[in-house]
C-alpha cells in the first residue's frame, strides 16, 4: 500500500518566479447590515445554524455573551487575552513491518518555497521564502529581496513595511508571507494583538518592488496556507474590549454587573466580527453558530483570495474562537474548545489547543474548492486536542490524536472519522497509549500514526492505520527522553529531535535520536547524540527549524541554550552506517535564534538566514 508523501523537507523552484497575478485587495465589506453573500453557506445539521438575518445574529452573540459577564467583566474578572502558545509539532514516517498490513515509510518531498511544512500541497508562511535564484526575508518591517545565484547572496532590494512588524511587548519580531506569482502576501501583527494588516507585494522586478495593497484588519492571524494559488488566512476574534466597571461600596457588584451587561447588550457586529474600517468583511449569512454553548465565544473567520482576480474574496466563519484548525489539501478542520482566561498568544500557528470541560471537543470540517469553504459535515471526539499537528486527514477519513478529558480515561488515543452525510462519525480507534502521559508529537501518513508521549519515559508508538475503521497499534518503544518532531529519512530511518531525559524523568538538555523503523512492530532506536545541559532543539517549538538533505544524508537542525544570553547553533548531523556524527557551528545569538532557517536552494548550496544576515552555510 502506497503512502501519500507528506512534505518535511525543503527545496527551491529551478526558476525564478517572475509571472503577475497575485493581488490581494481587500475592501469595505458594505454596512453595518452585511448583505447576504451568493451563495450562502450551506449547513447540512444541527451542529451548526444560520441566523436568520444580521439582527438575529447579533442577539445570538449577545445572548451567550450576557452569560459570560459579571462584574469585574469576562468571566468575573479573568484577564480575556489571545490564548497560551503551547505547540507540539510532530514528525513522518512508516516502514514495512514483520506482522503488520502492507504500511510503509516514504521519502519526503521537498517544499519549493523553502518552509517544511506539514502538508503536501500546501504551504505555509514563514519569514524566509525562496523561488528559484531569488529568496526574501521578513526583518523588523521590512522585505529584503536576495539574488542567491553568485558566490555569495547579492541585496536586491529592501522594501519598508511599517504594518509587517510584530509585536514588540512579547518579543515577536513580526511579519511572516506566502510567495506566489511573483507576490508576496505579508501578515503582520498590531501592537496589542487585536489586528492584522495583509501586504501585497509586487515583486516582478526584485530590484524594484512595488507595495500594490495593505489593508488591516480587526483580528488576529493564527494561521496562514497557500493552495496552488489561493491565499488562506484564518483570523480570531475573541471576545470584545470592552469599558467594563469594577465594584465600589456596598452596592458596587450589583451596579457594575448591570453596567457590565448594558455594555454587551450595545454591542453591534462590527465588535463580534473582523473588520476593514469598522465593516464586517463576512456576510451574516456566511457565520455559522454553533448549537453547543460551552465553546469559546468570538468568530473564527477563514479569509480566501483567488490571485487572479484580487478583487474576488470569499469569507466564512464560526461564531467561535479557536485557533487550532488544520489544512488539508482539500480540506479546512476547526476544533472547537471552551474559554481559556488569562492567556497570551500572538504568533501564527503556535495555538493552545482546545480545552473540553465537557469531556468533548467538537469538530467541525469544510470542502475547500477554489476560495470557497463550505461546511459539510461536523462532530465531537471524547478527550482534548493539542494543536494542528493532532489531526490529519486523507481519502475520506480524519485521524485525530486526543489526550484525556473527563469522559476519557488516564491515557491518549487515535481516533478515526468518516463523512457519512452531514456528520463526522467515529470509524476506528486504538486506546490506552501513554498511560498517565502526555503527547509530546504525532505524525500521520496515509496508513500510519506514530505518537510519541512523555512523563518519565518516552513511548514511541507506532499505529496502523490501513484500515480506518480498525487501527492497531503495531509496536512501540519505550526510551528515557522524548522527541518534539519527528523526520523520516527514507524507508527506514526516523530522527526525533526533542529532550534528554533521566529516569526520573527529570529532562537535562536537547538530544538528536535516530530510530530505525523497519519492523514497526520492534522499533529500535539506534543511536543518540546529545547536547549540553540546558539546550533546547529548536525544531521542538517551530519545525521550520530543521532541514534534511537527503542527498547528503545531513539534518541541518537549530540548538539553542540560555533564555537569557541565548546562543544559537546550527547542529550538523552526519547519518552513515546507522549512526550519527555531530558538527556545530555558532550561528546567532539573543531572540534572533528563532529566526535562523536553513533552506536549500536549486543550485544544490544552503542558504543560512540569521538576524542580520544571509549567506551560504558550508557543509
Same mark, same amino acid.
Given at each position: 500500500m502506497s503512502l501519500r508523501r507528506i512534505t518535511t523537507g525543503v527545496a527551491a523552484a529551478t526558476s525564478l518566479v517572475a509571472a503577475v497575478g497575485v493581488g490581494y485587495a481587500l475592501g469595505s465589506a458594505g454596512p453595518a447590515e452585511v448583505p447576504p453573500s451568493d451563495p450562502p453557506i450551506s449547513l447540512a445539521n444541527a451542529d451548526l445554524t444560520l441566523a436568520t438575518d444580521c439582527d438575529a445574529l447579533l442577539d445570538s452573540y449577545i445572548e451567550r455573551a450576557l452569560d459570560q459577564v459579571g462584574p469585574y467583566g469576562w468571566g468575573d474578572g479573568g484577564v480575556v487575552m489571545f490564548g497560551?502558545?503551547?505547540s507540539s509539532a510532530g514528525a513522518e514516517m512508516s516502514a514495512p513491518s514483520a506482522s503488520a498490513r502492507t504500511v510503509r515509510t516514504s521519502r519526503t518531498e521537498s517544499n519549493e518555497s523553502g518552509t517544511n511544512v506539514q502538508e503536501a500541497g500546501v504551504d505555509e508562511s514563514d519569514v524566509v521564502k525562496v523561488a528559484g535564484l531569488l529568496l526574501l526575508r521578513l526583518r523588523e518591517g521590512e522585505l529584503l529581496a536576495y539574488d542567491v545565484s553568485g558566490p555569495q547572496p547579492s +541585496? +536586491?532590494? #529592501? @522594501?519598508r513595511l511599517d504594518d509587517a512588524r510584530g509585536n514588540d511587548w512579547v518579543g515577536d519580531p513580526g511579519g511572516e508571507m506566502v510567495f506566489v506569482d511573483g507576490r508576496a502576501v505579508v501578515l503582520g501583527t498590531s501592537q496589542d494583538g487585536r489586528s492584522s494588516t495583509i501586504t501585497t507585494v509586487d515583486l516582478a522586478d526584485p530590484t524594484s518592488p512595488s507595495v500594490v495593497d495593505a489593508t488591516t484588519i480587526r483580528g488576529r492571524a493564527s494561521a496562514v496556507r497557500l493552495h496552488g494559488d489561493v491565499v488562506r488566512v484564518v483570523l480570531q476574534n475573541g471576545l470584545p474590549e470592552l469599558d467594563f466597571s469594577y465594584p465600589d461600596g456596598t452596592f458596587g457588584q450589583i451596579r457594575s454587573r448591570l453596567h457590565n451587561r448594558a455594555l454587551v447588550r450595545d454591542t453591534t457586529l462590527a465588535d463580534w466580527l473582523p473588520t476593514v474600517d469598522g465593516e464586517p468583511v463576512v456576510a451574516c449569512d456566511e457565520v455559522a453558530i454553533p448549537d453547543d454553548e460551552e465553546v469559546a +465565544?468570538? #468568530?473564527t473567520t477563514v479569509l480566501a483570495f483567488d490571485p487572479a482576480d484580487p478583487g474576488a474574496r470569499t469569507a466564512t466563519a464560526v461564531a467561535t474562537d479557536s485557533d487550532t484548525s488544520y489544512f488539508s489539501t482539500d480540506r479546512f478542520y476547526l476544533a472547537a474548545g471552551a474559554p481559556q482566561w488569562g492567556v497570551w498568544n500572538d504568533c501564527i500557528d503556535c495555538g493552545r489547543g482546545t480545552? %473540553? !470541560?465537557?469531556? #468533548? @471537543? !467538537? &469538530?467541525? %470540517?469544510? %470542502? +475547500?474548492d477554489g476560495t470557497d469553504a463550505t461546511y459539510v459535515a461536523s462532530g465531537e471526539v471524547e478527550g482534548t486536542i493539542a494543536d494542528r499537528w493532532s489531526m490529519d486527514a486523507v481519502g475520506g477519513s480524519l485521524r485525530v490524536? &486526543?489526550? !484525556?478529558?473527563?469522559? @476519557?480515561?488516564?491515557f491518549n488515543s487515535v481516533v478515526t472519522f468518516r463523512e457519512e452525510g452531514a456528520k463526522l462519525l467515529e470509524d476506528g480507534r486504538v486506546d490506552d497509549l501513554g498511560v498517565g502521559e502526555q503527547i509530546k508529537s504525532v505524525r500521520w501518513f496515509d496508513d500510519l500514526a506514530i505518537v510519541v508521549t512523555f512523563r518519565q519515559t518516552d513511548p514511541l508508538y507506532a499505529i496502523d492505520l490501513s484500515s480506518p475503521g480498525d487501527p492497531r497499534l503495531l509496536g512501540e518503544l519505550k526510551i528515557p527522553g522524548f522527541s518534539e518532531y519527528l523526520h523520516p529519512l527514507g524507508e527506514h530511518r526516523l530522527i526525533g529531535m526533542g529532550q534528554d531525559a533521566g529516569l526520573d524523568g527529570m529532562t537535562r538538555g536537547a538530544q538528536a535520536a535516530l530510530f530505525d523503523v523497519t519492523d514497526l512492530t520492534n522499533p529500535r532506536q539506534i543511536d543518540v547524540v546529545r547536547y549540553d545541559k540546558g539546550t533546547y532543539a529548536g525544531a521542538g517549538i517551530d519545525p521550520r527549524q530543521f532541514t534534511w538533505l537527503p542527498e547528503q544524508r545531513v539534518a541541518l537542525t537549530v540548538v539553542s541554550q540560555g533564555w537569557e544570553g541565548t546562543t544559537g547553533w546550527v547542529s550538523v548531523l552526519s547519518l552513515a552506517d546507522g549512526s550519527m556524527t555531530n558538527r556545530m557551528v555558532e550561528v546567532e545569538h539573543g531572540s534572533d535564534v528563532a529566526d535562523v532557517r536553513l533552506v536549500p536552494l536549486a543550485s544544490g548550496k544552503v542558504a543560512l538566514v540569521t538576524g542580520e544576515d544571509v549567506g551560504f552555510f558550508s557543509l
Amino acid at each position: 500500500m502506497s503512502l501519500r508523501r507528506i512534505t518535511t523537507g525543503v527545496a527551491a523552484a529551478t526558476s525564478l518566479v517572475a509571472a503577475v497575478g497575485v493581488g490581494y485587495a481587500l475592501g469595505s465589506a458594505g454596512p453595518a447590515e452585511v448583505p447576504p453573500s451568493d451563495p450562502p453557506i450551506s449547513l447540512a445539521n444541527a451542529d451548526l445554524t444560520l441566523a436568520t438575518d444580521c439582527d438575529a445574529l447579533l442577539d445570538s452573540y449577545i445572548e451567550r455573551a450576557l452569560d459570560q459577564v459579571g462584574p469585574y467583566g469576562w468571566g468575573d474578572g479573568g484577564v480575556v487575552m489571545f490564548g497560551a502558545s503551547d505547540s507540539s509539532a510532530g514528525a513522518e514516517m512508516s516502514a514495512p513491518s514483520a506482522s503488520a498490513r502492507t504500511v510503509r515509510t516514504s521519502r519526503t518531498e521537498s517544499n519549493e518555497s523553502g518552509t517544511n511544512v506539514q502538508e503536501a500541497g500546501v504551504d505555509e508562511s514563514d519569514v524566509v521564502k525562496v523561488a528559484g535564484l531569488l529568496l526574501l526575508r521578513l526583518r523588523e518591517g521590512e522585505l529584503l529581496a536576495y539574488d542567491v545565484s553568485g558566490p555569495q547572496p547579492s +541585496l +536586491l532590494s #529592501t @522594501t519598508r513595511l511599517d504594518d509587517a512588524r510584530g509585536n514588540d511587548w512579547v518579543g515577536d519580531p513580526g511579519g511572516e508571507m506566502v510567495f506566489v506569482d511573483g507576490r508576496a502576501v505579508v501578515l503582520g501583527t498590531s501592537q496589542d494583538g487585536r489586528s492584522s494588516t495583509i501586504t501585497t507585494v509586487d515583486l516582478a522586478d526584485p530590484t524594484s518592488p512595488s507595495v500594490v495593497d495593505a489593508t488591516t484588519i480587526r483580528g488576529r492571524a493564527s494561521a496562514v496556507r497557500l493552495h496552488g494559488d489561493v491565499v488562506r488566512v484564518v483570523l480570531q476574534n475573541g471576545l470584545p474590549e470592552l469599558d467594563f466597571s469594577y465594584p465600589d461600596g456596598t452596592f458596587g457588584q450589583i451596579r457594575s454587573r448591570l453596567h457590565n451587561r448594558a455594555l454587551v447588550r450595545d454591542t453591534t457586529l462590527a465588535d463580534w466580527l473582523p473588520t476593514v474600517d469598522g465593516e464586517p468583511v463576512v456576510a451574516c449569512d456566511e457565520v455559522a453558530i454553533p448549537d453547543d454553548e460551552e465553546v469559546a +465565544l468570538g #468568530t473564527t473567520t477563514v479569509l480566501a483570495f483567488d490571485p487572479a482576480d484580487p478583487g474576488a474574496r470569499t469569507a466564512t466563519a464560526v461564531a467561535t474562537d479557536s485557533d487550532t484548525s488544520y489544512f488539508s489539501t482539500d480540506r479546512f478542520y476547526l476544533a472547537a474548545g471552551a474559554p481559556q482566561w488569562g492567556v497570551w498568544n500572538d504568533c501564527i500557528d503556535c495555538g493552545r489547543g482546545t480545552w %473540553a !470541560p465537557s469531556g #468533548t @471537543t !467538537p &469538530v467541525f %470540517a469544510f %470542502a +475547500l474548492d477554489g476560495t470557497d469553504a463550505t461546511y459539510v459535515a461536523s462532530g465531537e471526539v471524547e478527550g482534548t486536542i493539542a494543536d494542528r499537528w493532532s489531526m490529519d486527514a486523507v481519502g475520506g477519513s480524519l485521524r485525530v490524536a &486526543v489526550g !484525556p478529558s473527563s469522559e @476519557t480515561g488516564n491515557f491518549n488515543s487515535v481516533v478515526t472519522f468518516r463523512e457519512e452525510g452531514a456528520k463526522l462519525l467515529e470509524d476506528g480507534r486504538v486506546d490506552d497509549l501513554g498511560v498517565g502521559e502526555q503527547i509530546k508529537s504525532v505524525r500521520w501518513f496515509d496508513d500510519l500514526a506514530i505518537v510519541v508521549t512523555f512523563r518519565q519515559t518516552d513511548p514511541l508508538y507506532a499505529i496502523d492505520l490501513s484500515s480506518p475503521g480498525d487501527p492497531r497499534l503495531l509496536g512501540e518503544l519505550k526510551i528515557p527522553g522524548f522527541s518534539e518532531y519527528l523526520h523520516p529519512l527514507g524507508e527506514h530511518r526516523l530522527i526525533g529531535m526533542g529532550q534528554d531525559a533521566g529516569l526520573d524523568g527529570m529532562t537535562r538538555g536537547a538530544q538528536a535520536a535516530l530510530f530505525d523503523v523497519t519492523d514497526l512492530t520492534n522499533p529500535r532506536q539506534i543511536d543518540v547524540v546529545r547536547y549540553d545541559k540546558g539546550t533546547y532543539a529548536g525544531a521542538g517549538i517551530d519545525p521550520r527549524q530543521f532541514t534534511w538533505l537527503p542527498e547528503q544524508r545531513v539534518a541541518l537542525t537549530v540548538v539553542s541554550q540560555g533564555w537569557e544570553g541565548t546562543t544559537g547553533w546550527v547542529s550538523v548531523l552526519s547519518l552513515a552506517d546507522g549512526s550519527m556524527t555531530n558538527r556545530m557551528v555558532e550561528v546567532e545569538h539573543g531572540s534572533d535564534v528563532a529566526d535562523v532557517r536553513l533552506v536549500p536552494l536549486a543550485s544544490g548550496k544552503v542558504a543560512l538566514v540569521t538576524g542580520e544576515d544571509v549567506g551560504f552555510f558550508s557543509l
